[in-house]
């Protein structure tokens, strides 16, 4: 029972555009989403996170967006750097010491 | 100056054998946790421990022991390796009443049980 999904495995955007990666997530418990990055051979990095009390978030370049009615978070990169080529992971947490629930991620190419 | 670090980076040994991961945060977090990310790349918790005490258990097998000597560490000890148990272990932490319950994540230990 995958409570948290990320139906598209990769993404390839050209560089300077933006780049959009969806999650949804079916567990309404959840109160904090969180987007991590991540390279071969590493660990994930914590990249941007949104509370189940706001809509939008952002830092930089990156924004994240929660349709709470929906289920549905998203993460826009823009615009994306060749940088930004790795695995994005959606997380979802209740919080306090509540493990993260990651979705399988999503295969970010961007192309010079 | 890791935040948070993970020995050995590597792990191959045969099935049977018991064998242990350390984990160690400079932080200065409470809370630690143990993850797996299986051959599907499917990252998924197995342990939370906060203050030194056990909070989260998923099913895990009972060969499967964290230990925490104090908080700054927490380490995976693993008796009786099968072929199964081969995946990347991941250590995490973070700090409770943090805003975002956002966790820091180690390199990873990849571990092989052939």
């Known amino acids: 029972d995958q409570q948290v999904k990320q139906n598209s495995p990769s993404l390839s955007v050209q560089e300077g555009r933006i780049s959009i990666l969806n999650c949804d997530y079916t567990?309404?418990?959840?109160?904090?989403f969180l987007w991590y990055k991540k390279y071969p051979a590493e660990g994930p990095t914590f990249l941007i996170s949104?509370?189940?009390?706001?809509d939008k978030n952002e830092d930089g370049r990156f924004t994240v967006f929660l349709n709470k009615s929906a289920k549905h978070l998203s993460l826009h990169i823009v615009p994306s750097q060749p940088g930004d080529s790795a695995v994005y992971f959606c997380a979802a947490s209740r919080g306090g010491a509540d493990g993260l629930t990651f979705g399988k991620g999503t295969h970010l190419i961007i192309q010079p | 100056d890791t935040a948070v670090s993970q020995t050995p980076k590597y792990l191959v040994t045969q099935m049977g054998n018991d064998k242990s991961i350390k984990c160690e945060q400079n932080l200065g977090h409470d809370t630690m946790y143990w993850y797996k990310q299986d051959s599907k790349k499917f990252l998924k918790i197995m342990f939370s421990y906060n203050n030194k005490e056990l909070i989260i258990n998923e099913t895990v097998p009972n060969r499967f022991s964290p230990k925490s000597p104090d908080k700054a560490h927490l380490n995976l000890h693993i008796n009786s390796l099968e072929l199964g148990d081969s995946a990347v272990y991941f250590c995490?932490?973070?700090?409770?009443?943090?805003?975002?319950?956002?966790?820091?994540f180690g390199p990873g230990t990849r571990l092989t049980v052939l």
């Open positions: 567990n309404s418990m959840f109160d904090y």
């Open positions: 949104i509370s189940s009390i706001k």
């Open positions: 995490a932490s973070s700090q409770m009443g943090q805003t975002y319950n956002e966790q820091f």
